[in-house]
């Protein structure tokens, strides 16, 4: 009984200690490529400011380019703009 009791933390020590995936969309940047690979698999990369930007690495690959989910777009937005009363 005390085997399989060792055994089973044994196991359940192996599985927590296992590496984590690193997280895949960089909040920095507002645009990503996701790169295709024919043995399956692939990988996001998000490093780039621009989509036209994103496209020109994309192009002739097996790419495509996507808005990153995870930036903050709200600095970039613009105030609203107020309008003066007319006769001031």
């Known amino acids: 009984m005390r085997l399989l009791i060792w055994t089973?933390?044994?196991i359940g020590a192996t599985f927590a200690a296992a590496p984590?995936?690193?997280q895949t969309y960089d909040p920095n940047y507002p645009v990503c490529i996701e790169i295709f690979s024919p043995r399956g698999g692939g990988y996001i990369d998000c490093s780039y400011v621009s989509?036209?930007?994103c496209n020109a690495t994309?192009?002739?690959?097996?790419?495509?380019c996507l808005v990153n989910p995870y930036?903050?777009?709200?600095?970039?937005?613009?105030?609203?703009?107020h309008r003066r009363a007319a006769g001031f």
Do not use: C, N, V
């Open 8 to 10: 089973i933390l044994g």
């Open 20 to 22: 984590a995936t690193a």
């Open 51 to 53: 989509i036209p930007q």
């Open 58 to 64: 994309a192009s002739g690959r097996g790419a495509r």
């Open 71 to 81: 930036f903050d777009f709200a600095p970039y937005k613009q105030a609203p703009r």
